[in-house]
């Protein structure tokens, strides 16, 4: 099997740098900014042009930026596309923007980038022209990355990027509060975020055991005790309803890409 990406960004460096090279033989890539040292490392074939990325390959990863995908459709509207598949990692973009495109059978996903360590989390949408050996395909490139699901409902794509696809930024900016926490109360700052990774990663672990968020949160909060006061405080705050919020403002936004041109 034959993979080609059109880009070379970190998200296709990512996936590129996990996949099974005994099942993905041949590796193809065009960006005009590759870098060339990283594509030799990994094993990957700058070519030409798009077009010829398409024309090597099995599978073809688009994983270009959503302003630019108008244009890479463009340049690539003539190509056939017959017995290869098309997956798209382009934020926003619902699988109607390839309809120029011919005969081809499109995968949209939304991977996110811990996929940088192989913990990601990439949601696939399903399409019924797919055969079990083309989903055994998209399968195996996303197993190399993380933890991967298939929905069958295009709508709930956009909800799906403004959770997982932007929700690493969340928990970082969450992680880094906790840190400048730690520092206001008198923690050297090299300590405090190791405190706060290390007790994100716990919890993390924890959540794995299949407890809900709300029951370990109260094995935590003792009566009277100093959590249930800091709990206090966020929930004055209204900092859950702030999130939601939030990750509703990105879901609108996700939705306001699909609909823009370039």
């Known amino acids: ?13 990512a996936i590129i740098s996990g996949l099974d090279r005994g099942f993905f033989l041949e590796i193809f890539s065009f960006d005009p900014a590759a870098d060339r040292g990283k594509a030799e490392e990994l094993g990957v074939a700058i070519l030409k042009n798009n077009i ?8 073809i990863v688009v994983a270009v930026k959503p302003q630019v995908l108008d244009t890479v459709i463009d340049e690539i509207k003539d190509t056939d596309f017959k017995n290869k598949i098309l997956i798209s990692i382009v934020a926003g973009k619902p699988t109607s923007t390839y309809s120029p495109l011919k005969n081809v059978k499109i995968v949209r996903t ?9 913990k990601g989390v990439t949601m696939i949408l399903d399409n019924p022209a797919l055969s079990k050996e083309d989903r055994k395909s998209v399968e195996n490139i996303f197993r190399s ?17 403004a959770l997982s696809g932007s929700g690493p930024a969340y928990f970082f900016t969450f992680i880094e509060a906790l840190m400048m926490a730690g520092v206001r109360v008198g923690l050297p700052r090299d300590l ?15 959540l794995r055991e299949k407890m809900s968020p709300a029951e370990l949160r109260d094995m935590v ?21 702030i999130i939601i919020e939030g990750v509703r403002k990105a879901y609108e936004r996700s939705i306001e890409l699909g609909k823009k041109e370039g």
């Open 110 to 118: 939304m991977p996110n980038t811990p996929a940088l360590v192989k």
């Open 145 to 161: 990355v993380g933890e991967f699901y298939w929905i069958n409902n295009e709508k709930l794509m956009d909800a799906v990027t």
């Open 192 to 206: 405090a975020l190791k405190l706060a990774i290390g007790t994100g990663e716990g919890s993390l672990a924890l």
């Open 52 to 59: 010829e990325v398409i024309e090597a390959s099995d599978i």
């Open 221 to 241: 909060s003792s009566p009277g005790g100093t959590t249930i006061a800091a709990l206090e405080v966020f929930e004055r705050s209204g900092l859950r309803g």
């Open 1 to 13: 099997m034959k993979i080609g990406f059109i880009g070379f960004g970190n998200m296709a460096k």
